[in-house]
């Protein structure tokens, strides 16, 4: 039986990587994601895993990278800043095809910006805040039980598809404090990483097999292999050839876009029978919710597509979910990083209007009524 | 029996580096103390940074991880908390070390897990083209320094003391067999151990300061380092431009996997 409790989005986070299996987290402290951290401090000891808080950001990305090499499910948690100063490593993650998640609980940026205040203002950053093509997957949930389900899906799809996994909350969703009721013993579907079944000396820890994700032998297992974050041939070992290089990044990038329906995950309500359609995530989306239900109410037909994976996009699902509307409004709390993403998709074929706040308060369902009405005027 | 460059080098050389380095020499003298400690290569990770010393890890036969620039250190800290069982050697450089990588070096002091450090000093950024690194002495010349720098360098070896290594060694590249033997005792020591090698860069740090020829490099090598043994009867002035060379720390200090391990003990005992 499962048990009601009050849970903020923060602990079942935590809660969710024990269940997906997480065995390591480095972290450093930053608000608003430092919950995580204590959360892990104290239940990881107990199931045997393994917690360390390092000097600073830089090291806690190097450190669950270098345990998910021996064989760890590896994660960190941080907030922008701290996300900032990892992006070199989530390239090195991305080229190594190492399996890591990195939890970032969104804060008002740039810089130090509005510490303990929301935002969704790294919705860019997710996708191309390191250097060169790659692509990443990033989730955003927009409630605690979702958080908790959306992080053991985090772990499923960085080991699934050896790659860094970026989980979105917003600090609302982080310190958002509501019912929680998970049974425990739940049987949920656990992925762990590909191994190799051949002989070492057959090993190719990184072959350009069909579906772009080769097997992952770990440290210790006999398959003595090399990684770098040196662009490398399949053997693993640095190339400049040209070819080489071509085919590898364009690898790394396909393994993850060729996969977008697999990966993809959304939530569409009356998508099909409405005049506006609402795009909203995370916390904002809860906002959109409610905002659609009381216009609904008063005979308005507005719908609500609510992307839960936000890299990568399913770009026809949502060129078919915007196709015949009379306006697409897109609210966030960034100036509009998820709404070019839908400028670009639909290409002028719909109206797309922007609904933006950067004062790090939440859009409110009635700034969001009121953009329908205009729309409709 | 196999030589052995085969048995710990993986079939892919010649090396990258150029002639006269002294990244060759640490190599060879890691691989004679593998010999000797007769480890499994396959319970032992090679964790290097960015950087001429840090290619070493492409060669070497074993579990290897070639991170990015200064950050070897926490992804081996990261692989010996998943893997406490594993044996782990880093590799780096002054730059890698000492410079971006250096707070990630006194925290990996402070913590003591059971790894060995062996840090490459040649005087130099080599990989990029010769400037001046933390451990260039003053008023030597590099790209970025042309008229000698003024840039004040510092003891590695003292400040890792200091932040807390419980086994600090400093070797060279002319003393092969004394550096094979460092680095043996470092493996045997249990925590952090921290061996610096004085080596050499003929092309990036020679030429700009009057020791272009290899041979004339390791001359100065071997002129500028001094045993701690012998070190002890000079005087301050004496040792001004020296390296004092061997053992020079080792103390019993708590294991951070041991320590860890221990607490999960204690919280399954239901202890808090």
Same mark, same amino acid.
Request: proline letters at 5%; charged letters at 25%; hydrophobic letters at 40%.
């Given at each position: 039986?499962?048990?009601?409790?009050?849970?903020?989005?923060?602990?079942?986070?935590?809660?969710? $990587?024990?269940?997906?299996?997480?065995?390591?987290?480095?972290?450093?402290?930053?608000?608003?994601?430092?919950?995580?951290?204590?959360?892990?401090?104290?239940?990881? @000891?107990?199931?045997?895993?393994?917690?360390?808080?390092?000097?600073?950001?830089?090291?806690?990305?190097?450190?669950?990278?270098?345990?998910?090499?021996?064989?760890?499910?590896?994660?960190?948690?941080?907030?922008?800043?701290?996300?900032?100063?990892?992006?070199?490593?989530?390239?090195?993650?991305? /080229?190594?095809?190492?399996?890591?998640?990195?939890?970032?609980?969104?804060?008002?940026?740039?810089?130090?910006?509005?510490?303990?205040?929301?935002?969704?203002?790294?919705?860019?950053? $997710?996708?191309?805040?390191?250097?060169?093509?790659?692509?990443? /997957? $990033?989730?955003?949930?927009?409630?605690?039980?979702?958080?908790?389900?959306?992080?053991?899906?985090?772990?499923?799809?960085?080991?699934?598809?050896?790659?860094?996994?970026?989980?979105?909350?917003?600090?609302?969703?982080?310190?958002?404090?509501?019912?929680?009721?998970?049974?425990?013993?739940?049987?949920?579907?656990?992925?762990?990483?590909?191994?190799?079944?051949?002989?070492?000396?057959?090993?190719?820890?990184?072959?350009?097999?069909?579906?772009?994700?080769?097997?992952?032998?770990?440290?210790?297992?006999?398959?003595?292999?090399?990684?770098?974050?040196?662009?490398?041939?399949?053997?693993?070992?640095?190339?400049?050839?040209?070819?080489?290089? !071509?085919?590898?990044?364009?690898?790394?990038? !396909?393994?993850?876009?060729?996969?977008?329906?697999?990966?993809?995950?959304?939530?569409?309500?009356?998508?099909?029978?409405?005049?506006?359609?609402?795009?909203?995530?995370?916390?904002?989306?809860?906002?959109?919710?409610?905002?659609?239900?009381?216009?609904?109410?008063?005979?308005?037909?507005?719908?609500?597509?609510?992307?839960?994976?936000?890299? @990568?996009?399913?770009?026809?699902?949502?060129?078919?979910?915007?196709?015949?509307?009379?306006?697409?409004?897109?609210?966030?709390?960034?100036?509009?990083?998820?709404?070019?993403?839908?400028?670009?998709?639909?290409?002028?074929?719909? @109206?797309?209007?922007?609904?933006?706040?950067?004062?790090?308060?939440?859009?409110?369902?009635?700034?969001?009524?009121?953009?329908?009405?205009?729309?409709?005027? | 029996?196999?030589?052995?460059? =085969?048995?710990?080098?993986?079939?892919?050389?010649?090396?990258?580096?150029?002639?006269?380095?002294?990244?060759?020499?640490?190599?060879?003298?890691?691989?004679?103390?593998?010999?000797?400690?007769?480890?499994?290569?396959?319970?032992?990770?090679?964790?290097?940074?960015?950087?001429?010393?840090?290619?070493?890890?492409?060669?070497?036969?074993?579990?290897?991880? #070639?991170?990015? #620039?200064?950050?070897?250190?926490?992804?081996?800290?990261?692989?010996?908390?998943?893997?406490?069982?594993?044996?782990?050697?880093?590799?780096?450089?002054?730059?890698?070390?000492?410079?971006?990588?250096?707070?990630?070096?006194?925290?990996?002091?402070?913590?003591?897990?059971?790894?060995?450090?062996?840090?490459?000093?040649?005087?130099?950024?080599?990989?990029?083209?010769?400037?001046?690194?933390?451990?260039?002495?003053?008023?030597?010349?590099?790209?970025?320094?042309?008229?000698?720098?003024?840039?004040? &360098?510092?003891?590695?070896?003292?400040?890792?003391?200091?932040?807390?290594?419980?086994?600090?060694?400093?070797?060279?590249?002319?003393?092969? %067999?004394?550096?094979?033997?460092?680095?043996?005792?470092?493996? %045997?020591?249990?925590?952090?151990?921290?061996?610096?090698?004085?080596?050499?860069?003929?092309? &990036?740090?020679?030429?700009?300061? %009057?020791?272009?020829?290899?041979?004339?490099?390791?001359?100065?090598?071997?002129?500028?380092?001094?045993?701690?043994?012998?070190?002890?009867?000079?005087?301050?002035?004496?040792?001004?431009?020296?390296?004092?060379?061997?053992?020079?720390?080792?103390?019993?200090?708590?294991?951070?996997?041991?320590?860890?391990?221990?607490?999960?003990?204690?919280? =399954?005992?239901?202890? %808090?």
């Amino acid at each position: 039986m499962a048990k009601v409790r009050l849970v903020q989005g923060n602990e079942a986070c935590a809660m969710g $990587a024990l269940k997906a299996g997480a065995s390591f987290y480095a972290g450093y402290p930053i608000t608003p994601s430092t919950e995580i951290a204590e959360h892990m401090a104290e239940m990881m @000891p107990a199931c045997g895993a393994r917690f360390i808080q390092m000097e600073d950001e830089i090291a806690s990305a190097g450190a669950i990278i270098g345990a998910s090499a021996a064989g760890a499910k590896a994660f960190t948690a941080t907030s922008g800043p701290g996300f900032s100063l990892m992006q070199e490593l989530v390239g090195y993650a991305a /080229i190594t095809e190492i399996p890591v998640v990195f939890v970032d609980v969104q804060r008002m940026g740039p810089s130090t910006g509005l510490p303990t205040l929301s935002s969704q203002g790294d919705i860019q950053q $997710a996708r191309w805040g390191s250097h060169g093509d790659h692509s990443i /997957i $990033a989730i955003a949930p927009n409630s605690v039980m979702e958080t908790y389900y959306q992080t053991i899906k985090a772990f499923n799809l960085a080991e699934k598809y050896r790659t860094p996994v970026i989980f979105l909350l917003d600090e609302e969703i982080g310190h958002l404090r509501e019912r929680f009721e998970v049974d425990e013993n739940e049987e949920i579907e656990i992925i762990n990483r590909e191994k190799p079944t051949c002989a070492p000396e057959d090993y190719v820890p990184f072959e350009n097999v069909a579906g772009g994700v080769p097997p992952m032998a770990s440290f210790g297992e006999g398959y003595r292999y090399h990684f770098t974050g040196l662009t490398h041939n399949e053997k693993g070992f640095y190339s400049s050839a040209l070819p080489v290089v !071509d085919k590898f990044n364009r690898r790394l990038v !396909d393994k993850i876009e060729k996969n977008v329906k697999d990966i993809f995950e959304c939530e569409e309500l009356f998508v099909d029978d409405c005049d506006v359609l609402l795009i909203a995530y995370g916390s904002v989306a809860r906002s959109a919710q409610e905002a659609m239900n009381e216009l609904r109410e008063a005979g308005v037909k507005v719908g609500l597509f609510r992307p839960i994976t936000i890299w @990568p996009i399913d770009e026809e699902r949502i060129k078919a979910a915007c196709a015949g509307k009379k306006a697409v409004i897109v609210p966030e709390m960034n100036l509009g990083q998820y709404a070019r993403e839908v400028e670009r998709i639909v290409a002028g074929s719909v @109206p797309v209007k922007k609904l933006c706040r950067v004062d790090s308060e939440l859009v409110i369902p009635e700034e969001i009524i009121d953009m329908v009405k205009e729309v409709l005027k | 029996m196999k030589p052995i460059y =085969q048995e710990y080098f993986r079939n892919n050389l010649p090396h990258i580096w150029c002639a006269g380095c002294g990244n060759g020499i640490v190599m060879s003298a890691w691989a004679r103390a593998m010999d000797e400690l007769k480890l499994d290569k396959n319970n032992v990770i090679g964790v290097s940074g960015i950087g001429c010393s840090s290619r070493i890890t492409g060669y070497l036969d074993l579990n290897t991880l #070639h991170t990015a #620039h200064g950050r070897a250190l926490p992804f081996a800290q990261g692989a010996k908390m998943a893997r406490p069982d594993m044996d782990v050697f880093v590799f780096s450089g002054d730059g890698d070390c000492a410079a971006i990588g250096g707070n990630h070096f006194i925290h990996a002091c402070r913590r003591n897990m059971d790894m060995t450090l062996i840090v490459i000093n040649n005087n130099i950024y080599g990989m990029t083209g010769g400037q001046f690194s933390p451990l260039t002495p003053f008023g030597k010349k590099a790209t970025t320094a042309p008229y000698g720098s003024v840039d004040p &360098s510092f003891n590695l070896c003292e400040l890792a003391i200091g932040a807390g290594a419980s086994f600090v060694a400093r070797g060279d590249i002319y003393h092969a %067999k004394q550096l094979t033997d460092l680095i043996v005792a470092g493996y %045997k020591h249990k925590g952090f151990s921290v061996i610096e090698v004085i080596a050499s860069c003929p092309i &990036s740090y020679g030429r700009r300061n %009057k020791i272009p020829n290899p041979a004339d490099m390791m001359q100065y090598v071997k002129d500028h380092t001094v045993a701690k043994a012998v070190a002890e009867k000079m005087t301050p002035e004496q040792l001004e431009d020296k390296y004092i060379t061997g053992i020079l720390h080792e103390a019993q200090g708590r294991e951070y996997t041991e320590e860890y391990a221990k607490l999960c003990e204690r919280v =399954q005992g239901g202890d %808090k």
